[in-house]
Nanobody, 117 residues
Framework: QVQLVESGGGLVQAGGSLRLSCAAS????????MGWYRQTPGKQRELVAA???????TYRDSVKGRFTISRDNAKNTVYLQMNSLKPEDTAVYYC???????????WGQGTQVTVSS
């Protein structure tokens, strides 16, 4: 089992910044990929950014150049630095970890990010 604990959400004005953190515990060596998803009412959960074990990263087009995902292996923690935030970034952000052998998804509790105009 893997447990994911998120922090860092909040309310910010457009153009501001937030940094989300996700600390993983449990069967850490089983994790192949970690990332961040977001979801708003009435919409599907969508991938924001992800990082794999070799350090490669991927981002959805709408956040490229504004968001940066990183990880600290010593702390088993992944971060999402969000700059130049826009109202359309408002969502509940969920930390995600995928188990390597079957891609089973582990999820954090979610943290609210609200960007006001």
């Amino acid at each position: 089992q893997v447990q994911l604990v998120e922090s860092g959400g909040g309310l910010v004005q457009a153009g501001g910044s937030l940094r989300l953190s996700c600390a993983a515990s449990g069967s850490i060596l089983s994790i192949a990929t970690m990332g961040w998803y977001r979801q708003t009412p009435g919409k599907q959960r969508e991938l924001v950014a992800a990082v794999v074990r070799d350090g490669s990263t991927t981002y959805r087009d709408s956040v490229k150049g504004r968001f940066t995902i990183s990880r600290d292996n010593a702390k088993n923690t992944v971060y999402l630095q969000m700059n130049s935030l826009k109202p359309e970034d408002t969502a509940v952000y969920y930390c995600n970890a995928k188990r390597g052998w079957d891609s089973y998804d582990y999820w954090g509790q979610g943290t609210q990010v609200t960007v006001s105009s």
